[in-house]
């Protein structure tokens, strides 16, 4: 059995999904509303849950074999310790300023990246000036 908080753009769910013993998929959709804090899952998993297992179930789904390719565990922890770390955007004034910075952040590499070939360019041309001195024969 799978519990996955997550917010949809409006509200936070959480999906729950079940695998019965004859490899049915069950699955049920509960909205908390507000972010629920620890104490509200743990009311919705030891209050709510069992009352919704036996009998409140969305969808059945039969299959006879799990369509997600499975995820070894130490992946699997990379991946939740980087969505941990991935700052929370709260305010759409600190997502246009993440914006900004991105775009000044291409801008200068492309600025930099220009300036490298123009001295490349240069040296190039130095070393083609030299070498038609040379052929001239001073």
């Known amino acids: 059995m799978d519990l996955t908080i997550y917010f949809d753009g409006q509200y936070w769910s959480g999906l729950v999904e079940y695998r019965d013993a004859q490899e049915h998929l069950r ?3 509960h909205v908390f509303g507000r972010k629920p804090s620890n104490q509200d899952i743990y009311t919705f998993i030891y209050e709510t849950l069992p009352n919704i297992l036996e009998k409140d179930w969305h969808s059945e789904i039969k299959s006879e074999k799990d369509e997600r390719k499975r ?10 310790q980087k969505q941990k770390n ?7 004034a600190q ?3 993440t914006e900004q910075r991105e775009a000044m952040k291409l801008e200068r590499k492309q600025r930099h990246k220009r300036r490298k070939l123009e001295e490349k360019q240069v040296i190039f041309e130095k070393k083609q000036q ?5 052929k001239k024969g001073h």
């Open 95 to 97: 997502q246009a300023m």
């Open 27 to 29: 699955v049920y959709r």
């Open 71 to 80: 995820i070894s565990p130490k992946r699997m922890q990379r991946i939740v």
């Open 86 to 92: 991935k700052p929370v955007l709260s305010t759409k």
């Open 130 to 134: 030299k070498r038609h001195e040379k």
